[in-house]
T-cell receptor, first 114, second 114 residues
Framework: GAGVSQSPSNKVTEKGKDVELRCDPISGHTALYWYRQSLGQGLEFLIY????????KSGLPSDRFSAERTGGSVSTLTIQRTQQEDSAVYLC????????????FGDGTRLSIL | GESVGLHLPTLSVQEGDNSIINCAYS??????FIWYKQESGKGPQFIIDIRSNMDKRQGQRVTVLLNKTVKHLSLQIAATQPGDSAVYFCAEEDSGGGADGLTFGKGTHLIIQP
């Protein structure tokens, strides 16, 4: 596509439920990144994929968070047993390759945990 | 830990004036710096970038200055327009092996007065 596409744009769910967020990167971009942005804050890096591989998962906030990427394209970020502190905007970005910038961002998924 | 930060949370300027947004960074290994613009409800939009082997880079109405001696980055916007109202983030990366994602500052909210 022309840009990074994320879905859903908004998600409201009850505490304890699982949620799945989707990111469709720019065609041809091998590097994909997930960030989290809390209200009025900067962006917090979560995880990076080069192709289908995530070399370092230490940026994920807890073991309730997981991410995968298949076919070198679409990625999903899954949050299990959601907590209220998980409420944030989850942003995805892609670039041709890490270190070959800039990263281009989608408009994010606004997640609200009731 | 090392981080990127901004000097001012809010900057108010008159339409038509020039704006200067400042950013301090502390990771001396950072070699790539980016400015993003984020409008309400949108993802960050790339404005301009600069590598550490440069001191200045110009785009359309924007200039980024990098002072590696004092670890300072600035974004200059010429003849500000109402459409420039947004939150501006600086971000940095150590492409030689540091964290896989960008490190973002908390942002400066630029307000354009009519």
């Amino acid at each position: 596509g022309a840009g990074v596409s994320q879905s859903p744009s908004n998600k409201v769910t009850e505490k304890g439920k699982d949620v799945e967020l989707r990111c469709d990167p720019i065609s041809g971009h091998t590097a994909l990144y997930w960030y989290r942005q809390s209200l009025g804050q900067g962006l917090e890096f979560l995880i990076y994929f080069q192709g289908n591989s995530a070399p370092d998962k230490s940026g994920l906030p807890s073991d309730r968070f997981s991410a995968e990427r298949t076919g070198g394209s679409v990625s999903t970020l899954t949050i299990q047993r959601t907590q209220q502190e998980d409420s944030a905007v989850y942003l995805c970005a892609s670039s041709f390759r890490r270190g070959v910038q800039p990263q281009h961002f989608g408009d994010g998924t606004r997640l609200s945990i009731l | 830990g090392e981080s990127v930060g901004l000097h001012l949370p809010t900057l108010s300027v008159q339409e038509g004036d020039n704006s200067i947004i400042n950013c301090a960074y502390s990771n001396s290994a950072s070699d790539y710096f980016i400015w993003y613009k984020q409008e309400s409800g949108k993802g960050p939009q790339f404005i301009i970038d600069i590598r550490s082997n440069m001191d200045k880079r110009q785009g359309q109405r924007v200039t980024v200055l990098l002072n590696k001696t004092v670890k300072h980055l600035s974004l200059q916007i010429a003849a500000t327009q109402p459409g420039d109202s947004a939150v501006y983030f600086c971000a940095e990366e150590d492409s030689g092996g540091g964290a896989d994602g960008l490190t973002f500052g908390k942002g400066t909210h630029l307000i354009i007065q009519p």
